[in-house]
């Protein structure tokens, strides 16, 4: 009986959710669009860099680091220019992101073994990409004065630095950003979905119809929560099969604990967008609602920037968001088969959250009937 | 007698004009959700570009595992715990931190290999081990900079020690407009892009739709009020609701977060009316077309504000992006805006990049509006 | 002669959507006021937007005061007034913001703005709520307040949109009034209307159906056709259901109704024809039935010029199983039911029963408590205190047991409109706990029923409103329930369709189904066994629709309407109160 009643419920709600083409178009296309170009768009990588140089000294040594520099793949474009001022104007109009200003006697000093020097401007305003150009531009010129002090005899042998990335050997960095935005994708469109279910209903009249009907509170609860759920874990399935076949991500981990893992993720994100729904009086506050809690969920997530960079006060704010949890569980199981305790410890504040937020509008529910 | 269609008229006009925002602005008022998003969320977004995310990396817990105990070996790990870029944990084995790493305990490992001090002695190569958490490229890239940064710095000292005195190529820095590096001084004006798209045209897109589903807006076209007229009476309201928005936000972030605001007013007004151009007919468009607001939210979301905070260079690099992307975001316009606003605060008045980034921007709200405008006959369809 | 308001020429508008929706429509709209009738779906609101220039046709042409509405609709807007259905109220602004708003949209110079306003809201007895959000009026006020922003200037034609859905009686009255008024300064009123009794008042009436103007003229012309055809059958008391669906089989019957304890017929026109009907419908009716002749209404010709009434027979209420008839328990009963919000009640303890098989109905000005009443018998509003019990079970703690007892219908169409009529039908039949093999049989006897296979895959909200009605009623009966809660069922529903829907109640109570209705439609209220007028919070009269008719009776007035009983039932609590 029970199951009949949940189950009309669940294929109305699915009904209500993909029967019109638009609103399939827009549930189905969008996603998957978002996933090709925002992976590729979202990289901290910074590449084709354009570069302008004064060069004052025009000796041997000037030319050999403007060499270097055009030879270096990252670098697209290496530009002489004749004067301060013109430096000046490449970087204040962001035609270039860095100037390097050689001295007339760069060349010479070298040459008589006196400490030359280089001087590199950067622009500020986009001050993490110019911070990581630094570092390209100082371990060329570094390089550079290496080799003459090597060949010169001077200099004690170096200390060399072997790197090994573990994970993601060449840090290519859509390895980090899809497993991301698979967790982020889902949030946005699960988040909006259930914050608009019961606002929509309540707009347009039918949820007195649902009210008067045998169903009980929690079956329409469940009967909400559910379908978005299903349409999260199509969802889910199609990025992964993108993650794997279009962007040649390896799947290290067990799928089926990461299905198991975002059950609840999309239960607690369900149980969120309800919780919005139930609060809100109109369709527009559930929307705008929905969106309040989306764009702090998605900057406090690790998403972009690492929890442990947030200030220490912060930090814990960031307990309380399942986008936290799932991102870790993501990437974990992608890239680094995250072991069963680990995904177990971070899949059970995603419970935690589901169970509160679904009473919590369950709460709210009865109480609109006072 | 005819009583004269006052359509026509400008005193007519202006008092329509006048009447329709009014409501808006009552409208806009009374609804807790506008002001939620116009009020609320610039002071969350300012606050958490303020304080909480920041790509500046500060302390990265590392494994530190020195195999042999020769005073040289000792000395560099010194150097590594000194270093205020890293959080030092102590260990005998690397094994010891193989699983914190995959847990994300610690996001690198570096070892001091038992060879350590007779290769210096023997004036071999000697090599420190780095591993890293490659699964965050970011930080990874991070870690290998600062460890190579420390043993650089450290074999420098030694080498002024020892007799010969260091020779070599010294690279001196200066990062202009942002010496400090702070990354929310360039991300603030990004948020403030990221407001004035949402209430520009998420805002202003469920406005209209609503209007459609309500069914005022019948009511309104039956009366003598013209298609332009109901546009601009739209319009109007939520590009001063954008700019108050918009100035909250630099108020929070001028005098609440410290970031110089080094430009002048007249050109950040003078950006913002131009980027608020494209922003609310791209909001227009979408109501008009869609007329329903779960439709209409879904398409501002995805063809407004993601590309804003995606496309736009302000988080990501649009030089690193591939070629087809590059030129998809050619049709951002806060692509257009965010490097002006970061110049306003940072640099200064720049007018040979503001004006054709303000050209630009005119021109696409001048496209969106046409099309807008077609889409919203006065007629039922 | 002047000019006519309107003129109409051979206009034809297609949608693309099976039949056009006008066909070659010619006709002209003079002075005073015209009421524009017609089934749903006839045109009416697609008529009315033409003469407002929003739409244009695909043939032929409007001129509105002299304005082609195709090359001058600026002109056009700018000389008239226009109500649409759903009025656009902005309902978070205030009753003064929406007048300030239309009042400068229409260009009412400031100077005048005060005398309009003063004599709008006097005229409409808003005055006391200026400061009201319009979203907070009920449903009367709102529409007063349309109507009051459709005549901030004075318009030269008024075009108002079915204005009296869901209004109670005593505001439909006012708002009669206050248009008459209007039409004796010499505004030209268009006044589309499912009401046929306000037809009847009209100066003239254009009768359109499926896209065609079947008549045009003053409404008395079109009365007339049925003069000497209608009749009334008295004496058939408790049975006048049962009375009614044989009567209504017979041949040469139009159209029949239930007016309180009497019957109602409409006979075909010869002359034998008209006797050999007489004597059937007498006969059918049984011992004791007599019939006597009536003056003609209006409602009368229309239902005969659409060719009748759409008969008897309920395949629903024959398909039913008849409940049997188990002990005196009240199937529908309040039990001092009262309901506060702060420091305002909105119901004061009301009581009532309803045993099974009657027709109760909740009349009540807008406003007045009787949707609260209503909601908290259907469980979707807890009492303050007082119960509720629907077939037994308290609605509080035994609320899914209630619920799955009894049928709901939703004063506006509330199903799925995104969702097509199998799967609207296949939803409630679910939600109901029907499966398997029943779930089968019931949603296939109600597409038969109701004639909804043609439709199946159409999605609700593109049904035309009477294939809304059958499909919400559908849904509300599909799983039998014992009782039945009817919220103004037939608001904004044409006279044929209101037919066919009570039809299908009426067997239904034959069958033992028991049923609370809310209405504005006093005739509707004639169906009903007993009524509760509710006024301010309170049940102010309970009786039968004869008794409460003969509890106003006056030398002056004897055979009051149920109208008039409504009115002066109001009138006299107003007064008792102020005593």
């Known amino acids: 009986m029970w199951w009949t009643r949940l189950k009309a419920l669940i294929v109305k709600e699915l009904l209500a959710l993909l029967r019109d083409p638009k609103a399939r178009l827009i549930l189905v296309g969008p996603p998957l669009v978002q996933l090709l170009v925002f992976s590729y768009a979202a990289t901290l990588d910074v590449t084709n860099i354009d570069l302008v140089v004064l060069d004052r000294d025009a000796g041997a040594a000037s030319r050999e680091l403007v060499q270097r520099l055009e030879g270096a793949p990252d670098f697209r474009s290496v530009v002489p220019v004749a004067g301060e001022a013109a430096l000046a104007a490449a970087i204040d109009r962001q035609e270039a992101i860095a100037a390097i200003s050689i001295g007339p006697t760069f060349s010479r000093d070298i040459a008589a073994g006196v400490p030359a020097k280089v001087q590199v401007i950067l622009d500020g305003r986009r001050s993490n990409a110019s911070q990581i150009v630094a570092g390209y531009i100082s371990r060329i010129v570094q390089g550079l004065g290496a080799e003459i002090a090597v060949s010169g005899g001077r200099a004690p042998p170096p200390v060399d630095v072997v790197a090994r990335n573990w994970f993601n050997p060449n840090l290519i960095y859509q390895w980090f950003m899809v497993p991301n935005l698979v967790a982020s994708i889902a949030l946005l469109i699960g988040l909006i979905v259930t914050a608009l279910s019961i606002a929509r209903e309540r707009e347009l009249g039918t949820f007195d119809q649902l009210m008067v009907s045998p169903l009980r509170t929690h079956e329409i609860l469940i009967g909400k929560v559910i379908p978005p759920m299903l349409v999260g874990s199509v969802h889910l399935t199609l990025y992964v099969l993108a993650a794997v076949l279009v962007f040649g991500i390896p799947l290290r981990g067990s799928l089926g604990l990461l299905y198991g893992s975002a059950l609840f993720y999309l239960l607690s994100v369900a149980g969120l967008g309800l919780f919005i729904s139930a609060l809100a009086a109109t369709q527009q506050q559930a929307i705008l609602g929905a969106f309040l809690l989306l764009v702090p969920a998605t900057l406090l997530s690790g998403f972009a920037t690492p929890i442990e960079n947030m200030p220490e006060w912060l930090q814990p704010v960031t307990i309380v968001n399942p986008l936290r949890y799932f991102l870790i569980i993501v990437r974990g199981v992608f890239l680094k088969d995250l072991p069963v305790a680990e995904i177990a410890a971070q899949t059970l504040p995603l419970a935690l959250i589901a169970a509160a937020t679904l009473t919590a509008a369950a709460w709210l529910f009865r109480r609109r009937l006072e | ?381 | 002669m002047a000019e006519p308001v309107v003129r109409i020429e051979n206009v034809t508008l297609d949608f693309g959507q099976g039949a056009p929706a006008l066909r070659n429509v010619s006709g002209l709209v003079e002075g005073g006021i015209t009421g524009l009738v017609g089934p749903d779906g006839a045109g009416k609101t697609t008529l009315i937007r033409l003469m407002t220039g929003l739409l244009l046709p695909d043939e032929g042409r409007l001129s509105v005061l002299g304005f082609d509405t195709r090359s001058e609709a600026a002109a056009v807007q700018a000389a008239i007034g226009y109500m649409p259905q759903r009025f656009g109220l902005y309902e978070d602004l205030s009753v003064a913001e929406n007048l300030d708003l239309y009042a400068d949209l229409r260009g009412l110079p400031p100077a005048e703005r005060a005398e309009v306003f003063e004599r709008l809201l006097s005229f409409t007895d808003l005055k006391r709520f200026t400061g009201r959000l319009a979203g907070r009026l009920s449903g009367g006020m709102k529409q007063k307040l349309g109507l009051a922003c459709a005549l901030l200037t004075k318009p030269r034609l008024l075009l108002l949109d079915e204005p009296s859905v869901g209004v109670d009686p005593v505001s439909r009255r006012d708002l009669w009034a206050m248009v008459k008024e209007l039409a004796g300064e010499g505004i030209g009123v268009l006044w589309s209307t499912a009401y046929l009794d306000e037809a009847e008042a009209c100066d003239r009436v254009l009768l359109l159906n499926a896209g065609e103007l079947l008549f045009s003229g003053p409404p008395g012309d079109l009365t007339q056709q049925v003069d000497g055809r209608v009749f009334r059958l008295t004496g058939v008391g408790q049975g006048r259901r049962a009375v009614l669906a044989e009567v209504l089989g017979g041949r040469g019957i139009v159209d029949g109704v239930i007016q309180g304890e009497t019957i109602r017929l409409v006979v075909a026109g010869g002359a034998e024809e008209k006797d050999a009907a007489i004597t059937e419908a007498r006969s059918r009716a049984g011992e004791g039935a007599e019939v006597r002749p009536t003056p003609p209404r209006f409602e009368d010709a229309f239902i005969d010029m659409l060719g009748g009434g759409p008969g008897g027979r309920s395949q629903l209420a024959e398909a039913s199983p008849m409940r049997a008839a188990g002990g005196d328990e009240a199937v529908i009963e309040a039990r001092g039911l009262t309901k506060r919000f702060g420091d305002f009640t909105a119901a004061d303890d009301i009581s009532f029963s309803i045993p099974r098989g009657q027709i109760f109905g909740l009349l009540g000005p807008n406003g007045a408590g009787k949707s609260t009443t209503f909601k908290m018998l259907c469980g979707l509003l807890k009492p303050t205190s007082g119960e509720g019990r629907v077939a037994g079970f308290d609605l509080r703690r035994k609320s899914a047991e209630a619920r799955n007892q009894l049928g709901y219908m939703a004063q506006k169409f509330s199903l799925y409109g995104d969702l097509s009529v199998d799967q609207n039908l296949a939803f409630f039949a679910g939600a109901y706990g029907l499966g398997g093999a029943r779930r089968h049989e019931r949603t296939a006897l109600m597409k038969e029923v109701f004639a909804l296979s043609p439709h199946a895959g159409m999605s609700a909200k593109d049904l035309p409103l009477g294939l809304k009605q059958r499909l919400a009623l559908a849904c509300a009966v599909m799983h039998d329930p014992a009782a039945l809660f009817l919220d103004e069922p037939t608001s904004g529903v044409d006279p044929v369709t209101r037919r066919e829907f009570w039809t299908h109640i009426n067997g239904l109570v034959e069958k033992g189904v028991t049923v609370l209705v809310t209405t504005h439609f006093m005739d509707e209220a004639e169906y009903c066994d007993r009524i509760a007028l509710i006024y301010r919070g309170r049940a102010i009269a309970l009786g039968s629709p004869d008794e409460l008719r003969a509890s106003v009776a006056s030398p002056e007035r004897p055979d009051p309407t149920m109208e008039d009983a409504f009115i002066a039932l109001i009138e006299r609590s107003r007064l008792a109160e102020a005593a």
Request: charged share 15%; proline share 5%; aromatic share 10%.
């Open chain 2, 1 to 381: 007698m005819t009583s004269a269609p006052n359509s026509t008229d400008r005193t007519g006009r202006l008092r329509r004009l006048w009447a329709l925002v009014r409501k808006e602005a009552l409208q806009i008022v009374r609804d807790p959700s506008s002001i939620l998003i116009a009020f609320v969320l610039p002071f969350i977004l300012v606050f958490l570009f303020g304080y909480g995310v920041s790509l500046d990396t500060t302390r990265t817990r590392i494994g530190l595992v020195v195999e042999e105990t020769t005073p040289s070996a000792q000395d560099l790990a010194a150097s590594f715990r000194a270093s205020r870029y890293f959080d030092v944990i102590d260990g005998h084995d690397r094994r010891e931190f193989e699983e914190a790493l995959v847990l994300g305990r610690v996001r690198g490992i570096v070892v001091i290999p038992s060879t350590f001090a007779a290769d210096l002695a023997g004036r071999r190569p000697a090599a420190i081990q780095v591993l890293v958490d490659g699964a965050e490229p970011n930080t990874a890239n991070f870690v290998q900079n600062y460890a190579r940064g420390v043993v650089a710095t450290w074999a420098a000292v030694r080498a002024s020690e020892s007799a010969s005195a260091p020779v070599g190529v010294a690279v001196e820095q200066r990062f202009w407009f942002n010496p400090e590096l702070a990354s929310r001084f360039f991300l603030v004006p990004g948020a403030i892009a990221i407001v004035m798209t949402l209430v520009g045209t998420l805002l202003t897109s469920l406005v209209i739709a609503r209007e459609w589903e309500r069914g005022t807006m019948e009511a309104l076209m039956a009366t003598p009020v013209s298609a332009a007229e109901l546009l601009i009476g739209k319009i109007l309201p939520y590009f001063v609701l954008a700019l108050g928005a918009m100035t909250l936000c630099v108020g929070l972030a001028v005098f609440l977060f410290g970031v110089p605001f080094r430009g002048s007013l007249v050109a950040l007004y003078a950006l913002s009316a131009a980027f608020l151009m494209p922003a609310l007919g791209q909001g227009l468009l979408i109501s008009a077309a869609t007329k329903n607001q779960f439709l209409a939210s879904q398409l501002a979301l995805m063809s407004g504000f993601l590309p804003a905070f995606l496309l736009s260079g302000f988080l990501f690099e649009i030089n690193s992006m591939p070629g087809p992307i590059q030129w998809l975001t050619m049709i951002v316009p806060a692509r257009y805006l965010i490097p002006s606003l970061q110049t306003v605060f940072l640099a200064g008045d720049i007018w040979s990049m503001f004006l054709p980034a303000i050209a630009v921007m005119a021109g696409m709200g001048f496209v969106l509006f046409v099309l807008a405008a077609r889409n919203t006959a006065k007629r039922i369809a």
